[in-house]
């Protein structure tokens, strides 16, 4: 490493010199052009910290900002991927049963076969309990269920989507600045 010294310029300011450059013209910041001593001269001068100042550059950041998004993208849509997973593994696992229809049509077979007096017994449970009372058939209940994760599925689908989009634009984004520099 060579040894810089300042050599004072005629408008106050100081121009880093290294030991190479003695004997040759300098170009102060001002503009002004400044023979720098020969090396016995120079050696008399102020030191200089090693780098010289005009080719010192602030070291680039290593973590970009479009790294980052790529990284918390990756990390959304893994999360996101896991947890549709999940809830399509839910859904394969609910026993919704019967469909509608064929519910319907056990409702109506099993009064078919009622005689009177169950017909109106069952009526007048009906009419004081009302439907609400009796806990709902599980196929209800997985149906509601079912509902459920299948919106939560397609939420955690479009989320997915947007989280890949994100880090495809920024994987771009940083492949282009990679290949600016
Ligand atoms: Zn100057």
Redesign the pocket.
Known sequence: MSQNYRLP?????E?VVQTSQAGQNVT?????T?EAPRLRELRLLAPAEAVPRTEYRAPVAQVSFPRIIFVLSLIGLVATSLYGGLMFLGLQSLDLGMSEEQLAQRDSETIDKMNLEQLWGAWVSLRSDGLGLEAPPPELINRYRSKQLRGALTTSGIVAAAFATCGAISAAFSLQRKRRR
């Open positions: 310029c005629s408008c106050g300011q121009i102060c910041a001002c503009g002004r400044v």
